[in-house]
Each structure stands twice: as structure tokens, then as C-alpha cells.
């Protein structure tokens, strides 16, 4: 799971980019970079660490031209300590192109034999975006048959990738002297939003970026999602053009967008983040009430920031009083898109503090947006014990998270999943709760889709069916394997 950002502007972009990349820190915390192009030649930074700790002066003064691209990264692929697996990627032929991608490539194993046997690349990394990188500059390179590059000629590239990779990828590319080409897997699992604004000379300027509030914050008007399996080019001189590259397009975004991974105030595929959320609550407060006897609690909680709507829901529906027990330290980051479990348990302590009077001898309802590997969730309820609480309900706004995520999110073990092979009075033990109550399966999806054509999500996490269709548990095992050695 990453932050991708791409601009083509009518003046430098180093700042733009800058200030899309701080909006977008919530989607990765391990490393950052930026790629700008000044006409055919690129300048790039890439470091270890936040955005604010990633770039300093003269590396913003080094990052010239008019267009370029961002990225934020939390490590599901490749070494988290090591710099060179940091995006953006680059590769001088054909002409030169920059890559950034957001979500996580199935078939690694395959394109790993295919790149060196068969394409003669080689990739220096363990990144699956290295990966990537490569195959679309072979296949950009198959396609060129003439001395200048068109868009049929990036579109069928594209096209061919498509054909070539597996699992899920939202992409943002530069191609030196020519322009940003951006696209989306063929069932739009990672997000993508085009938006563009026009300067006083008329002039277009276009964005393409994870979340629409990027888009918003930069004054862009929002045009439109990228299509899954779409690809858009954007010229220098901001003409843009788009075309379908996948044969049989599925929108089947990924449910835990909405859950925890996007900030509330953005809109992905035509979905409000905060009213789903909102929604998931007010079928969460149906799920309790049907659970438990609503006399045994006195206050609900939220544990800051994600579960906050759905807490809110849960205690107007209810009729219970809502409460704020846990504060938290906005300057330590979200421990679940930290690399390491010792890591995410050091930091709990440190995210958040319980307030004893608002704990003090009462029953409390918390509600958590998930439950992953359980970390978390354990030292809260031990909070809420220390503080004087008198029994402790925990809650989820989600279904329980029985399976690997492997589209991008860093859930890659059954064994670190708190719900895998428990019942929920087990989990609930696990946790030291008195009760444990999650959301259904089948009511998430509704408070997600709602008011929307979208049918389908990937609930893999929850439910075990992979949408791609080329998920087996061999490599399910493989996985847990490598990330575990």
C-alpha cells in the first residue's frame, strides 16, 4: 500500500509534488521519492523515512521541470531498511522512463524468470515495481517502429503488460521527452483519480493521484476515476488522451480502502470514505444490539482517527452516550503500517494515552475500524482495564481478517492474523475482552457500495476469494515462506 502522485503542469511541479506527497503520508511511512523531468532529463530523490525528513532544500532546488511524479511507500514487497528499493524506479531504455506503482504484483516468480531468460533485463532490487518497470519498458520497446513515440504505440505497450502481470497495480510513469502515462489494473483494485485545472492562459494541467483530496487541495477539478484497465497518456504540452488496455475490465476496488487505509475526506471510486464509514457503523450498531444487551454499556469510544465516524453511528443508533477515552500522540505514525510487530507494539504505548476519569468504573463499548494482527487491540483493552474500566466490549467495523491480503496491504501470514483459525470468543480471550462483536461480511460491502453501481469488492482478507483468480494456496504458502525466512 502507497501514495502515488503524477503532474503536468505549465510551470515546476517540485513543490506541487511536495505538498501531494504530505497529503498522502498516511499511506506510507517507509520511504519517499520524487522524479522530475526537464525536458528529456530527469532529476531524482529518494530517501528512507517520511516526507518531511525525505527532502531538504537543495534537493527541492535540484528537482526541476514541469512534470513529475511522487511516492510514499509501505513496504509489502522488498527490504523496508534499504534506500534502493525506495521509489521511484528508473530504466534508460527505451528513451528513459521513471515508474512509480501503488499495490502488489501475484506472479513475481514468473516475471522474475521471464525478465532475465527471455527480456534480458536485470532488476537490482527486490521490488516488485522494479518488476514492472521492466516489462513495460520491453514491451514499449517491441512496439516502436519509427523514430518518435505515439500514443497507440504506449497504449498497446500498455495493453501487453496487462497481459503479462498479475495482481493489483495503479502506475504513474514518466517517458523522457514525451509524458506522463498512468494506468490501473484490469479490475481497479488500488485507487487512481484524474483531475485537471485550467491556468489563466487557458492552459491545461492535469494530476492523476491515490485519493481525490490531493486533487482538491491543489484547486484540480475532478474529472473522473481511471478506468480499470485504462490507460491515460499526457503530453507535455497537456494533451491528454486515454484508451481501454484490458479485454475484459472489472471494477472490484479493495474493500480496506474504505475501512482504514484512505483518508476520510477523500472520494474513490465514486465512494465517499467518511459516509461509508458512517454507514458501516449504523450496520455495526445493528450487529451489536443484536449481540448483546445494550443495558451492559455505558459509553461507546472510538480509538482515534479511522474508527471515529463508525463510533459516532454506533452511539446515535444505540442511544448510548459517546465519549472520547483515548487520546493520541499525532506525532507517532499508524502503527499498523509499521514494517515490524516489535515495532507496532513499542508504539502503541506511545500513539495513545487513556484518560482515567472517562474509564472509571464503567462498562466500555470500543470501537476499532479492524483487527489484523491483533497487537493493537490487546494493549487497548489493557489500557482500558488500567484506567478502571469495569468490563470491556471491543468492536470492529470490520468483518474479522481470516486471510492474507496480497494485494498490497503487509497482512502476508495466517499465523500473525488474530482471526485466523479462532472462533470470536477465542479472539475475544486473545484480546482479554469480556465480549467481542465484528461486522458481517456481507453488511461491509453493503455500507461500502450503497447508492453506488459498484456490485463487487475485494474482500479477500475476509473471505478467501481472491478476485484475480490466480491466487493458489501454493503461493499463499510461498509467501508466507519468503516473508517469514
Known sequence: MCGIVGIVSTEPVNQQIYDSLLLLQHRGQDSTGIATADGPVFHMIRSRGQVREGFRTRDMRSLIGNMGLGHVRYTTKGAAEREEEAQPFYVNAPYGIVLVHNGNLTNTRELSSELFSIDRRHVNSTSDTEMLLNVLATELQSQITGLELDPDQVFAAVEAVHQRVEGSYAVISMIAGYGLLAFRDPFGIRPLILGRRLTD??????????????????????????????????????????????????????????????????????????????????????????????????????????????????????????????????????????????????????????????????????????????????????????????????????????????YGINMPSRQELIAHGRKIPEIAAELGADHMIFQEVADLQAAITEGTPITELDLSCFTGEYVTGTVTPEYLDWVERTQLS
Open 201 to 406: 492562459a487557458g492552459k491545461e494541467e492535469w494530476i492523476v493521484a491515490s485519493e481525490s483530496l490531493v486533487l482538491e487541495n491543489g484547486d484540480y477539478e475532478i474529472v473522473r476515476d481511471v478506468e480499470p484497465g485504462e490507460a491515460i497518456f499526457i503530453a507535455l504540452d497537456g494533451t491528454m488522451v486515454s484508451r481501454q488496455c484490458a479485454k475484459n475490465p472489472r471494477l472490484v476496488p479493495c474493500s480496506f480502502e474504505y475501512v482504514y487505509l484512505a483518508r476520510p475526506d477523500s472520494v474513490m471510486n465514486g465512494i465517499s470514505v467518511y459516509e461509508a464509514r458512517l454507514r458501516m457503523g449504523n450496520r455495526l450498531a445493528d450487529t451489536i444490539a443484536t449481540h448483546m444487551p445494550l443495558g451492559d454499556i455505558d459509553v461507546v469510544m472510538p480509538i482515534p482517527d479511522s474508527s471515529r465516524p463508525a463510533a459516532m453511528q454506533v452511539a446515535q443508533k444505540l442511544g448510548i452516550e459517546y465519549r472520547e477515552g483515548f487520546y493520541k500522540n499525532r506525532y507517532v505514525g499508524r502503527t499498523f503500517i509499521m514494517p515490524g510487530q516489535a515495532e507496532r507494539k513499542r508504539s502503541v504505548r506511545q500513539k495513545l494515552n487513556a484518560m482515567g476519569t472517562e474509564f472509571k468504573g464503567k462498562n466500555i463499548l470500543i470501537v476499532d475500524d479492524s483487527i489484523v494482527r491483533g497487537t493493537t487491540s490487546q494493549q487497548i483493552v489493557q489500557m482500558a482495564r488500567d484506567a478502571g474500566a469495569n468490563k470491556v466490549t471491543f468492536t470492529s467495523a470490520a468483518p474479522p481478517v481470516r486471510y492474507p491480503h496480497v
